[in-house]
Structures are given as structure tokens and as C-alpha cells.
């Protein structure tokens, strides 16, 4: 079954770096598009990136853009999200999800991690 696994959330100072990994099997990885998310306490979940299957297309909610990076190893199924320059305002659960088709909402996505933590302490 379709298993997706994040790591590396955690709790950082305000402008400080984490690196998130997701695991995925149960599934060809390298022909499925794929995107995190986050939601904080008492907000909806959203979009942060996406990467398309093969690695040439990526998109960012402007909130992040500039600051966060995606990247994906079709080798190792494992989509990565490189966080850098830290703000409060990043704190909450980070999910992977994988992409019936590239899209930077929730409904463009049919399976979910269980989340990992980011904190951001200014």
C-alpha cells in the first residue's frame, strides 16, 4: 500500500535551517508528482511546494518562495524540502502528499503523510 513517511521537523531558532525527507513506497515514486503542505493551529492546511515527477518543474506559495526549496531523489524515493531562513510565522505540521497531478491545492493530492513538527522560536 501507498506508505509516505516524513522526517527531520523539529525546533529551530528564527532564521535558522531544517531539512524535511519523505519516504515514500508502495509505489512507482518517479511517476507521481508530489507537494507539502502545513497547518498550524486553528488554520487549514496549505500549500507550500510541489515537484513534478521527473524533477524539472516546481512551484511555491509565495509565502516561502525564495526561502524553501524542493527537491526530489527518484532513486531513493524520497521528495526533500529544504527550509532556510526560518520565520515564526513557519511554525506547524508539515505533510507530504502525493500528487494525482500537479497542483497546489489539497484536492490535487490523494495520499498524506502523518506529518512532522516544525517549530520556529523567535
Known amino acids: 500500500q501507498v506508505q509516505l513517511v516524513e522526517s527531520g521537523g523539529g525546533l529551530v531558532q528564527a532564521g535558522g535551517s531544517l531539512r524535511l525527507s519523505c519516504a515514500a513506497s508502495?509505489?512507482?515514486?518517479?511517476?507521481?508528482?508530489m507537494g507539502w503542505f502545513r497547518q498550524a493551529p486553528g488554520k487549514e492546511r496549505e500549500f507550500v511546494a510541489a515537484?513534478?515527477?521527473?524533477?524539472?518543474?516546481?512551484n511555491y506559495a509565495d509565502s516561502v518562495r525564495g526561502r524553501f526549496a524542493i527537491s526530489r531523489d527518484n532513486a531513493k524515493n524520497t521528495v526533500y524540502l529544504q527550509m532556510n531562513s526560518l520565520k515564526p510565522e513557519d511554525t506547524a505540521v508539515y505533510y507530504c502528499?502525493?500528487?494525482?497531478?500537479?497542483?497546489?491545492?489539497?484536492?490535487?493530492?490523494?495520499?498524506w503523510g502523518q506529518g512532522t513538527q516544525v517549530t520556529v522560536s523567535s
Open positions: 515537484i513534478m515527477w521527473g524533477g524539472g518543474s516546481t
Open positions: 508502495g509505489y512507482l515514486f518517479s511517476t507521481y508528482d
Open positions: 502528499g502525493r500528487g494525482a497531478r500537479f497542483s497546489s491545492r489539497n484536492t490535487g493530492y490523494d495520499y
